[in-house]
């Protein structure tokens, strides 16, 4: 047999030969390419090539938002030797989207958000933010509360029948939903009827000052919103100082879970540890806790399950809320207005 094979061979050798003396090239055949192409290697996350990807949900100046999770993905990189990359994407379905795509590894989101990435299967929260409360306890879940103009003679919803009105924005728990529950219940109408002309502002400040500047009689939004003070004035950007004394709260609504951050499924399991004690470890250190008090109002970070969120599954099952059709008209918000100098 081996004798055979002796002549082919050669004249192939030969062939070979005589096509490099005439200037041609000999072409390897396709199975002996593919035996010696070099396999594509994975890039590791965290690497230069391949860096995690974090989102931050559009629900206040998108400029304010990237210089704040720029300095978060900074800090965090330096913890961890790995490379971060920050995005605030156009909506918060396009988040979602990112998510489920493998395009976003890490996700800060809004607890009406998460209903949708846990309806979608394609993302876990590992975390959810605290806040200082208003009797000064750190606490998972936050309210909601309805604002009128002090000077207005309105002091229960009731008195709102008729008036214009200011949500945040469609998927907000506390700027729309929340709100939105409590006053179908108070009044047995549905705000859109109740309600001669109802906006969505596009953020928490821009809905309080809506109100402040006359644009609305009544506005909806998270209950630290009007917050004036040197520990969350870069959440309530743009507050005048005499907010608290131009505007009350005449109704409040919950107890609403805290934003949260979920993972892309497809994120290995050590990956997913290390990133989650990245995060909580950053928040622990005095950069840590000023640029998380900056971005959100976080003062810290709780491990969770996809469990911490069921009531606002509930909650949007009873305020008849398609999360998913809403979040896909939820556009960035514009920036934060100027207040008036004269209410």
């Known amino acids: 047999m081996l004798r055979t094979l002796r002549v ?71 913890a961890t030797g790995l490379r971060w990359k920050v995005q605030v994407p156009t909506s918060y379905a396009a988040e979602i989207e990112a998510v489920c795509s493998g395009q976003v590894d890490v996700a800060f989101i809004a607890p009406l958000q998460m209903t949708l990435l846990l309806e979608k299967g394609c993302g876990t929260p590992i975390l959810a933010a605290l806040r200082t409360d208003e009797t000064g306890k750190l606490s998972p879940t936050y309210n909601a509360q309805i604002l009128v103009r002090a000077d207005s003679g309105i002091n229960d919803i009731a008195g709102l029948k008729g008036k214009k009105f200011a949500f945040v924005d469609a998927i907000s728990a506390s700027g729309h939903l929340f709100p939105r529950l409590i006053i179908k219940n108070k009044t047995n109408t549905d705000p859109a009827t109740f309600f001669s002309q109802t906006i969505f502002a596009g953020g928490h400040p821009q809905s309080v000052l809506a109100l402040y500047n006359g644009q609305v009689d009544g506005s909806a939004s998270y209950n630290d919103a009007r917050c004036t003070t040197p520990q969350c004035t870069a959440i309530a950007a743009g507050m005048p100082a005499d907010i608290l004394t131009k505007t009350k709260r005449i109704e409040s609504a919950g107890p609403i879970p805290n934003d949260g951050i979920a993972v892309q499924k497809s994120l290995p399991a050590d990956a997913v540890a290390a990133i989650k004690k990245a995060l909580i470890d950053y928040g622990a250190t005095d950069a840590g806790k000023a640029n998380y008090k900056s971005l959100f109002a976080w003062d810290g970070m709780i491990e969770v399950n996809a469990t911490f969120f069921d009531s606002m599954k509930e909650a949007a099952k009873l305020g008849g809320v398609d999360v998913a059709a809403e979040a896909a008209k939820t556009p960035r918000p514009p920036a934060t207005p100027a207040p008036s100098k004269s209410p």
């Open 8 to 78: 082919p061979m050669a004249l192939a050798v030969a062939l070979g030969l005589i096509v490099a003396a005439c200037g041609g090239t000999a072409q390897p055949s396709a199975s002996q390419a593919a035996a010696t192409a070099t396999p594509a290697k994975t890039a590791r996350i965290g690497s230069f090539d391949r860096p995690i990807v974090l989102a931050i949900t559009p629900s206040a100046e998108v400029a304010r938002l990237t210089t704040t999770g720029n300095a978060i993905a900074s800090a965090l990189g330096t």
